[in-house]
């Protein structure tokens, strides 16, 4: 006893801090992949749609979650559709600079 009396306290203090933000990156990254899986699906979708004459930013627009309507651009040209989409996100700019990126090419019969 005596003086390391209360230590496992303050080490415990001194660490949340640090297991707090690397559980926050983490959901971050998590957060980051799957809004890549996203837009590798809707940019799959509206090629299918350009392809068979529908139109392809609706299409990939439908093949998105709600939370993702304010957070994606869907850009179609040369028989590519391409998608941005940005993660969710405490922090916008966070969610700016992970922002992930996919296309589709059409390529018709």
């Known amino acids: 006893m005596g003086k390391e009396d209360g230590q496992a306290t303050v ?5 949340l801090p640090v297991l707090l933000l690397a559980g926050l990156l983490s959901l ?4 980051t992949g799957y809004a890549l899986t996203l ?3 809707a940019a799959e979708a509206g090629a299918l749609a350009l392809v068979s ?3 392809p ?6 093949a998105l979650p709600g939370w993702a309507e304010d957070d994606v651009n ?3 040209g040369g028989g590519r559709v391409t ?3 940005r993660p969710p996100s405490l922090i916008a700019a966070i969610a700016d600079r992970l922002a992930v990126t996919s296309s589709a090419a059409a390529r018709p019969k």
Not at 11 to 15: D, G, T
Not at 28 to 31: G, N
Not at 57 to 62: M, Q, R, S, T
Request: aromatic share 0%; charged share 20%; glycine share 8%.
């Open 28 to 31: 971050q990254l998590l957060a």
């Open 57 to 62: 930013i609706a299409a990939a627009h439908d």
């Open 53 to 55: 004459g529908r139109p």
């Open 11 to 15: 080490e415990l203090v001194a660490a």
């Open 74 to 76: 869907v850009s179609v």
């Open 83 to 85: 998608v941005r989409l």
């Open 39 to 41: 837009a590798d699906g």
